[in-house]
């Protein structure tokens, strides 16, 4: 098998990727947990540049690794989450979230099932990585799973009030 510099590159942001997305569930810091994911993002965005989305890249890094992933770093340290102050939520919630996450490996699932038989298009395309092209597949070809994961974004974003809302006694 003959390695080009791409397979090289490819596997390597894989191999940061993967560890980094490992790390940050298994760190104990929350702060370190949100640097890992910075880490996974410019991966993930070194990813888009391989596939020639060079636009997709750059909103990705501005906006999840710039913004939301700051936004994230100033809310943990503003709360300063440590074991003392750290609420216990009743066993429903916690199977609730289980069930929640499990929906939506579900759903990555199901729509990721058909992705090897996707025609491939040309290395050579230009037009690949346009933002008119990536906007038609999306609402053609990907529309159902793309209006699922947006139904459970919300549903995650109510979950997570819910869980940070103080209980009232």
């Known amino acids: 098998m003959h390695l080009t510099i791409t397979h090289i590159l490819f596997g390597t942001l894989s191999f940061i990727a993967i560890l980094s997305?490992?790390?940050?569930?298994?760190?104990?810091n929350p702060v370190?947990?949100?640097?890992?994911?910075?880490?996974a993002f410019f991966a993930i965005a070194g990813?888009?540049?391989?596939?020639?989305?060079q636009f997709l890249a750059i909103v990705h890094i501005i906006?999840?690794?710039?913004a939301i992933m700051v936004l994230f770093l100033f809310v943990i340290m503003?709360?300063?989450?440590?074991?003392?102050?750290?609420?216990?939520?009743?066993?429903?919630?916690?199977?609730?979230?289980?069930?929640?996450?499990?929906?939506?490996?579900?759903?990555?699932v199901g729509a990721?099932?058909?992705?090897?038989?996707?025609?491939?298009?040309?290395?050579?395309?230009?037009?690949?990585?346009?933002?008119?092209?990536?906007?038609?597949?999306?609402?053609?070809?990907?529309?159902?799973p793309f209006e699922i994961s947006s139904i459970l974004f919300l549903a995650a974003m109510v979950g997570a009030v819910m869980l940070g809302k103080k209980n009232i006694k």
């Open 21 to 28: 997305g490992i790390l940050v569930i298994f760190s104990k």
């Open 32 to 39: 370190h947990s949100v640097l890992y994911l910075i880490v």
């Open 47 to 53: 990813h888009y540049i391989l596939l020639n989305a």
């Open 63 to 66: 906006v999840y690794a710039g």
């Open 78 to 108: 503003m709360l300063n989450l440590n074991k003392e102050t750290e609420p216990h939520k009743p066993a429903w919630i916690q199977i609730a979230a289980v069930i929640a996450g499990g929906v939506l490996m579900v759903t990555l």
């Open 112 to 144: 990721l099932r058909n992705a090897g038989s996707l025609p491939l298009t040309q290395p050579n395309d230009v037009n690949i990585g346009l933002v008119g092209n990536l906007g038609k597949v999306l609402f053609t070809d990907f529309l159902v």
